[in-house]
């Protein structure tokens, strides 16, 4: 049978199909999951003709395998007398978008960036509202363990299931978000990496959902749908997996490129020289802009930045005029506490964009454009722009395999705060270990978090000229590193 606390991790599901994630498996995950969350709707919703029953709303991402688990998934919602609703292929905030509309809870299936041989599921309660391991992830894995161990038991009255693509209902809450129409033509790359924005990223930017043409042209790279990704890993976040968009904005000399993982919730960004736009730059960015908006409307805005972030984001959110609140690092926490102090927008260094319009929920799509109305409404290419919030240096996130974690962030603790040899710092837990010089020059800060499932060590380093930063980010890698 197959272990659960393999497969349900902090934030979601993911395993490898079938051995970890199969349709039985799914079955019994979509029970325990209507049983725990489908009560959970405080408005009523109109796909379930003549029927008074709550819904679950599900969508899938491009792999082979998330046909056959999306049908068991729903078979075990419907038969706890749920109903479903299909919405089909779609990117991850598409299944957001979904969620919060329908005020339904959600099911994505999706392994995002991971590769072929995986799938899994993101879940969300109704109106797209975050699910953890805190928060009801735990009771999902051992009811489902339960009927997984027995059976799924049938409830009186199965649901039914309802066919609803939405994908151009999507695109067009998006555009009424930010308009585009009125910008300056630009030439924009995309990389979908086969995976789902080669369906949301013609719909939104172009006019493949019945939409009135934007003044934009799109450079489409691996807009296939293609689960075994044939061309490179839909993860961004890695260098090599930029290097084809990186050349072909230089080849077609377009303005800027987009790259999305694989669910398309994460969007990474390069200049016309092809050079990566650091996710901070966009985290300011958009806060900015939606500080603007929020203060043209006589109102105060609050923006979320993770503890990795540049330190410049929380600088320019207080210059102007905005509140800026650093959290902790992970999306369901982050969606968590935007809706507790209704922050307008939340970023992350991982490129996660959250957005109180949006159901407080993550789109990476919506962040892109965001910095297509910037970049459109100004007369500077994208690599000047971008500079204007990019004033220090950081070193990317570094990650060291160590045998004891513990043992090196003692060494670092030694160097750094005992013996006091960098002069007066000032030391926060708020996630992993951070140690900051900010105040006096050299100004430098840095963070280390141990992975929750590796036995990795992951530094980040920001300081304010890159000579600093190298000697921080050398020195405290060797503390790390040091073998004992």
Not at 211 to 229: H, K, M, N
Not at 278 to 304: D, F, H, Y
Request: with cysteine; net charge negative.
């Amino acid at each position: 049978m197959t272990n659960l606390s393999a497969i349900v991790k902090t934030y979601d599901v993911r395993g490898v199909v079938p051995d970890e994630l199969n349709t039985e498996v799914a079955q019994a995950l979509g029970a325990a999951f209507a049983d725990l969350f489908a009560a959970d709707q405080e408005l009523p919703h109109d796909d379930a003709p003549e029927s008074d029953r709550p819904v679950v709303v599900i969508g899938h991402d491009m792999r082979p395998s998330s046909p056959d688990l999306v049908a068991a998934f729903g078979d075990g919602v419907r038969a706890r007398g749920v109903d479903v609703v299909q919405i089909g292929l779609c990117s991850t905030d598409g299944l957001y978008y979904a969620s919060g509309v329908l005020n339904a809870p959600g099911a994505m299936f999706t392994a995002s960036h991971n590769p072929a041989e995986y799938n899994g599921i993101k879940l969300c309660r109704a109106g797209a509202r975050p699910i953890s391991m805190e928060t009801g992830l735990a009771e999902l894995r051992e009811r489902a363990g339960q009927y997984l161990a027995q059976h799924v038991p049938t409830a009186q009255e199965t649901g039914t299931v309802t066919d609803r693509p939405m994908l151009a209902d999507y695109a067009d809450f998006l555009r009424g978000l930010v308009d585009l129409s009125g910008i300056r033509p630009l030439r924009v790359a995309v990389d979908a990496g086969n995976g789902m924005a080669g369906l949301t990223a013609p719909a939104v930017l172009g006019d493949e959902a019945g939409l009135s043409p934007l003044p934009i042209t799109l450079i489409p790279l691996y807009f296939e749908l293609d689960g075994t990704f044939p061309n490179h890993e839909a993860n961004p976040l890695e260098p090599e997996n930029l290097v084809d968009l990186q050349a072909a904005v230089i080849r077609s000399q377009a303005d800027i490129g987009l790259a999305f993982d694989g669910d398309a919730d994460r969007c990474f960004v390069v200049d016309e020289t092809g050079a990566p736009v650091n996710p901070s730059a966009i985290t300011a960015l958009v806060g900015l802009r939606e500080i603007e908006r929020e203060q043209a409307a006589g109102n105060k805005a609050t923006i979320l930045y993770n503890l990795i972030s540049s330190q410049a984001v929380p600088e320019l959110v207080t210059a102007a005029g905005g509140t800026a609140v650093r959290t902790r690092v992970g999306h369901s926490l982050i969606k968590a506490q935007m809706a507790e102090t209704n922050a307008v927008f939340g970023g992350e260094h991982s490129a996660h964009y959250y957005f109180r319009d949006f159901f407080f929920a993550d789109s990476g799509m919506l962040a892109a454009m965001h910095v297509l109305a910037a970049l459109g409404t100004s007369d500077i290419p994208l690599s000047d722009l971008a500079a204007m919030y990019t004033p220090y240096v950081s070193s990317g996130e570094i990650n060291s395999t160590v045998a004891d974690p513990d043992a090196a962030r003692a060494r670092i603790v030694q160097a750094y705060v005992t013996e006091g040899g960098a002069g007066p710092v000032t030391v926060d837990e708020l996630d992993g270990l951070t140690i900051s010089h900010w105040e006096t020059p050299p100004r430098w800060w840095f963070n280390v978090r141990a992975s929750n499932t590796e036995p990795l060590l992951r530094l980040n380093v920001e300081a304010a000229d890159e000579d600093v930063m190298i000697k921080v980010r050398d020195d405290v890698v060797a503390l790390i590193r040091e073998e004992t």
